[in-house]
């Protein structure tokens, strides 16, 4: 720099990085310097250096030329991608920086421009050397493009099919995906158009200027929407009205109010159906048991009935009579013990639904000890009980052996001339108390025509029906397999040898 008769170094006082200056021009108190890296700006009273750059909306930083315009108001920055146009009055005053760009797409050929290569004509016409050539430009006769751009709404796709909708369209409610293309109709500068939008029914406000030219929206919810696009020109100004296409994607029917209510009141059909349904089962299963418990009831009562019967008290207080009579005292009280003891188990176990097998045995042993009395030992008997049944664990129901024994003793073994065995067998197989009552008497076959050829006795014994009837009911209420078998006995030689009935519990512990 010349300063009077001097010349200074400006890059070495100001620290300035650049080295190379394509052009250089000066204005009041500004210095304004073509470099490689933007346009220099000198402030030689602050001596504050700044660069513009295209942040600032130049074409290209590399700057080759430089030329002050139009009484000062302007500068024009020629690069390698155009020309730029610097507002220097508002840069001056203000510090604003407001460039306008000239490149291909405006009309401005050749492009690349040369080392101070920008004249001012006295005309106020521009010349720049390119080096495709010279360019005149006349900025007197340029006018601002002030007409709005036409916007257009270009192609619908229906997820990434394109499709023809009318305006005011109603869709099924699968297509919910959907993507508009628009398009700014700007015939002056067609690559600055921006673009804002919103889809009314799901934005609230206007998106920002972008210049993306389609909006996609997928997975809408069923209702009514409209679309609305706007654009803007080079010269930034917006269309005055919105370009809009409204649309309405309608709700399944499985959302649709009727859908719903039909299924709430099909759904408490079928609840209150189930409910009925089921206090009508509760109810037919609460009556079913107490009817089984009244028949168990009735049927235990002839159990006990049929244990306690008149004939059998009959019986035996006529024994401790006969005892009595004879001067038997010690037998009298022996078998009024006995009869005594035997008449309260029986009582006491008629009120449990179970007892253990200890519990059972003590009854049948008494009972087998009264009738061998009564009979004057007729018979003999023995019970055994195998090591798998636990006596003390191990339960039954009461009173379901004594019908069989008494059974055995009155039809098979009185009956024969000859003393008589009956032999009760305890043990445990496959979850069973297998209980088996054998008897070496006349049979069933022979006891059976014996009782045809006596007198109608009043005394009717209903014992082992009564029995079975109690088993079939405890299994129907317990769901379990109680079971009794009877099979007649014979010899070698075929003949009738006694009876052996078995019966099956269900262990229950």
């Not at 009582?347 to 639904?353: A, E, F, M, R």
């Amino acid at each position: 720099m010349l300063h009077g008769d001097s010349l200074r170094h400006i890059s070495k006082e100001w620290n300035l990085a650049e080295e190379d200056f394509l052009a250089v021009k000066c204005y009041k108190n500004y210095l304004f310097a073509a470099t490689l890296k933007g346009l220099l700006i000198l402030n030689l009273t602050t001596q504050n250096v700044s660069y513009i750059t295209q942040e600032d909306g130049l074409n290209s930083e590399f700057v080759y030329s430089i030329e002050l315009a139009e009484n000062y108001n302007v500068l024009w920055i020629g690069t390698n991608q155009g020309i730029n146009k610097l507002n220097l009055k508002k840069y001056i005053e203000a510090g604003i920086t407001e460039i306008t760009s000239f490149g291909k797409f405006q009309g401005f050929m050749g492009v690349e421009c040369n080392s101070n290569g920008i004249w001012e004509d006295h005309d106020g016409s521009l010349w720049f050397g390119t080096i495709s050539g010279l360019v005149k430009h006349e900025p007197y006769s340029f006018k601002k493009n002030r007409l709005p751009n036409s916007t257009l709404i270009q192609n619908i796709k229906l997820f990434s099919e394109d499709t023809l909708l009318k305006n005011g369209s109603e869709l099924p409610s699968r297509f919910n995906t959907i993507t508009f293309y628009y398009k700014g109709i700007c015939l002056t500068g067609p690559e600055k158009v921006l673009y804002i939008k919103k889809l009314e029914g799901l934005e609230k406000e206007w998106s920002l200027p972008s210049a993306e030219d389609y909006s996609k929206y997928a997975n809408l919810a069923p209702g009514k929407y409209t679309f609305k696009v706007k654009s803007r020109n080079n010269e930034g100004i917006w269309d005055a009205q919105e370009t809009s296409f409204s649309f309405t994607i309608l709700t399944p029917f499985f959302k649709k109010w009727w859908f719903i209510l039909g299924t709430i009141l099909l759904s408490l059909s079928l609840i209150s159906g189930i409910i009925i349904y089921r206090i009508k089962s509760i109810k037919k299963k609460q009556r079913l048991d107490y009817e089984r418990k009244v028949e168990m009831s009735k049927i235990e009562l002839k159990a006990l009935r049929s244990q306690m019967n008149p004939h059998f008290i009959f019986n035996s207080l006529n024994s401790i009579q006969h005892y009595i009579f004879n001067s038997k005292t010690d037998e009298a009280i022996k078998y009024l013990s006995k009869f005594a003891r035997l008449v309260r188990i029986i009582l006491n176990n008629s009120n449990k639904p179970t007892v253990t097998v200890g519990e059972d045995l003590e009854a049948l042993k008494l009972y087998l000890q009264l009738e061998q009395m009564r009979f004057e030992d007729k018979f003999e008997y023995e019970i055994t009980i195998e090591p798998s049944v636990d006596a003390d664990y191990d339960i039954m129901p009461p009173l379901l052996t004594q019908p069989y024994v008494e059974n055995a003793i009155l039809h098979g073994l009185n009956p024969k001339p000859e003393k008589g065995k009956l032999c009760i067998h305890f043990k445990a197989k496959d979850n069973f108390l297998v209980c088996t009552i054998t008897d070496n008497g006349i049979g069933r076959q022979k006891a059976g025509e014996i009782k045809r050829t006596m007198p109608v006795s009043k005394h009717k014994s209903l014992g082992m029906q009564i029995t079975e009837d109690r088993l079939k009911i405890l299994n129907d209420m317990n769901n379990s397999k109680l079971s009794v078998t009877i099979t007649d006995l014979k010899d070698a030689d075929n003949n009738p040898a006694g009876t052996q009935v078995e019966l099956y519990i269900p262990i229950n512990g």
